[in-house]
């Protein structure tokens, strides 16, 4: 089968298309042919070393994760409710960027076979992350929250859905004025530039001075300390990604969070297991919301898998808005269009 896999740290030109053998599905485990897979930034930082993440400490050669939607070829010892045929989708550290992945059970979620699969790339990860950042700050009807990056693959989505959880004001930053005014056509009211010295001011101002609720940082660095003396008196940082560079996470001190701010983090893995039906729960409602139109996850460019390296550059490149997904060419629910 084809896969890319990376035998050295660097640039895009270290993926490499190559013929290996197909996976065998382990105890526990499932083996899915791939129809469409993601590419994030997470990855782009994993190929050039810099992925803030313990897990991440990969053997030579590796194949880079995503999130895959494909169809059951096969089943390892012990896995239960899952059979061959069945249309599937699921988040993996290593091994998306191939026509045929094997994956643990417990991570596979359902995908209907009305959804088409480039849309579909937003069940394993995107969203439940955008879902789960907003359920650990335990956001209200009614309340401010604050998503940066918000023209990126997940941003994107926590923007839609703060507005359908009843967020009283939804104020979205970017990197540039475009990804800017696409934020607000996603239903933000209003959207900051970050890369302008002044944006905290802009986002005091966009909540008349009071603060914001919740903050939804993908980002860290000095976005981080900047967003807690952004938060209202009993307001809530969810820390969930590094696009910032390196670790992401600056030293914060007690006394920055004495106003009654809320500083926690947040981890798809963590939460899967911590609220696994929760986490069910938020599958379930995503794929309504994805099927019925109310949620629609953008798609910035859609490559066959050997254009992989094209992928990082136009994620490297911060020029996109959503997301960048691969097809495999193995799948016949595939439009490839894009939203």
């Known amino acids: 089968m084809r896969a890319v896999r990376i035998h050295e740290y660097g640039g895009p030109e270290v993926l490499r298309t190559e013929e290996v053998p197909m996976p065998e599905p382990g105890p526990g485990q499932v083996l899915i042919a791939a129809e469409a897979v993601s590419v994030g930034f997470a990855q782009t930082q994993m190929r050039r070393n810099i992925f803030p993440a ?172 900047q967003g807690i003396g952004l938060l209202a008196p009993f307001g809530r940082l969810v820390f969930y990604g590094s696009a910032g560079g390196g670790l992401g996470i600056p030293s914060v001190s007690p006394m920055e969070l004495i106003g009654m701010r809320f500083l926690t983090g947040f981890a798809l893995s963590a939460w899967r297991s911590a609220r696994p039906d929760r986490y069910r729960a938020d599958h379930d409602a995503l794929t309504e919301q994805l099927l019925a139109g109310t949620v629609r996850q953008t798609v910035h460019a859609v490559l066959p898998l050997e254009d992989v390296g094209k992928a990082h550059e136009i994620i490297e490149s911060r020029a996109h808005l959503g997301r960048i997904v691969l097809l495999t060419g193995r799948g016949t629910r595939t439009t490839g269009r894009t939203a």
């Open 54 to 225: 313990p897990m991440w400490r990969p053997e030579f050669p590796v194949t880079l994760g995503g999130d895959v939607i494909g169809d059951v070829v096969a089943v390892g010892p012990g896995v239960t409710g899952i059979a061959a045929g069945d249309r599937v989708g699921a988040f993996t550290l290593h091994g998306a960027y191939a026509e045929y992945v094997a994956v643990d059970a417990d991570t596979v979620l359902p995908v209907p076979a009305e959804l088409d699969a480039v849309q579909a790339t937003a069940l394993p990860a995107p969203g439940p992350i955008a879902m789960g950042t907003m359920g650990t700050a335990a956001l209200a009807a009614g309340e401010s929250v604050l998503v940066h990056a918000a023209s990126g693959g997940i941003g994107h989505l926590a923007v839609q859905l703060a507005r359908l959880a009843g967020a009283g004001t939804v104020i979205a930053t970017a990197g540039t004025p475009e990804k800017c005014a696409y934020a607000r056509s996603l239903g933000a009211d209003a959207a900051v530039d970050y890369s302008r010295a002044d944006w905290p001011d802009a986002v005091r101002e966009a909540t008349g001075g009071r603060g914001v609720d919740v903050i939804l940082d993908s980002v860290g660095g000095d976005v981080l300390r």
